[in-house]
């Protein structure tokens, strides 16, 4: 079992950063590759980034990309979403994810433990 969660959200203005946190407890997250997914109200989840186990791959929302970026730590069991450039259509809720496999990473159905998510609003 791996418990998930994020922190780093809030509300921030239009071309503003923020470095989103996933802290992991339980089992480490080393073995599982780590997505990123947001939800705003009235929309369906949607991807935002990935990152393989060994961080040699990224993959993110054709959106975000040069914006965002995810990273991580597996010594410290923690998984990063910097965004920067932010734009009021980037309000969410942001929730990052552990998948147990490598492949189909930009769907919400490969991943198996899912955090509550951190608030992220971007006023204009």
């Known amino acids: 079992q791996v418990q998930l969660v994020e922190s780093g959200g809030g509300l921030v203005q239009a071309g503003g950063s923020l470095r989103l946190s996933c802290a992991a407890s339980?089992?480490?997250?080393?073995?599982?590759?780590m997505g990123w997914f947001r939800q705003a109200p009235g929309k369906e989840r949607e991807f935002v980034a990935a990152?393989?186990?060994?961080?040699?791959?990224?993959y993110y929302l054709d959106s975000v990309k040069g914006r965002f970026t995810t990273s991580r730590d597996n010594a410290g069991n923690t998984v990063y979403l910097q965004m920067t450039s932010l734009k009021p259509e980037d309000t969410a809720v942001y929730f990052c994810?552990?998948?147990?496999?490598?492949?189909?990473?930009?769907?919400?159905?490969?991943?198996?433990?899912w955090g509550r998510g951190t608030q992220v609003t971007v006023s204009s």
């Open positions: 994810a552990a998948a147990l496999g490598p492949y189909g990473l930009s769907f919400a159905s490969t991943y198996k433990y």
């Open positions: 339980g089992r480490g997250l080393s073995t599982y590759p």
């Open positions: 990152i393989s186990s060994n961080s040699g791959s990224t």
